[in-house]
Nanobody
Framework: QVQLVESGGGLVQPGGSLRLSCVVS????????MGWYRQAPGNQRELVAT???????NYADSVKGRFTISRDNAKNTAFLQMNSLKPEDTAVYYC???????????????WGQGTQVTVSS
């Protein structure tokens, strides 16, 4: 079973930084888009940032200029560098990956279990 293992969440003061990591537990035939989503209490899950296999990125307006997504294709890993954090960034952050596990299987969506990010003084 594919696992996306997230790490790097925690408690940080406003203005601080955190770096999230997401490792895909197995090598895919083709790993397409990887991304980060977040869900705050009472809210729907929302897109934070995505990155394609060739490095094209997309960000939510609320995080542009503060967050940076990157990936290491050789290590099946995606990162989210979060700077200038605000209390409204508090949420559970989920890693997402879309890809084909085998040449014979269709593309599918895979999710991590989530990591809590709390921004508070």
């Amino acid at each position: 079973q594919v696992q996306l293992v997230e790490s790097g969440g925690g408690l940080v003061q406003p203005g601080g930084s955190l770096r999230l990591s997401c490792v895909v537990s197995e090598r895919f035939y083709r790993l397409n888009v990887m991304g980060w989503y977040r869900q705050a209490p009472g809210n729907q899950r929302e897109l934070v940032a995505t990155i394609t296999s060739d490095g094209r990125t997309n960000y939510a307006d609320s995080v542009k200029g503060r967050f940076t997504i990157s990936r290491d294709n050789a290590k099946n890993t995606a990162f989210l560098q979060m700077n200038s954090l605000k209390p409204e960034d508090t949420a559970v952050y989920y890693c997402h990956a879309n890809g084909r596990r085998r040449i014979t299987t269709p593309a599918g969506d895979f999710w991590g279990q989530g990591t809590q990010v709390t921004v508070s003084s």
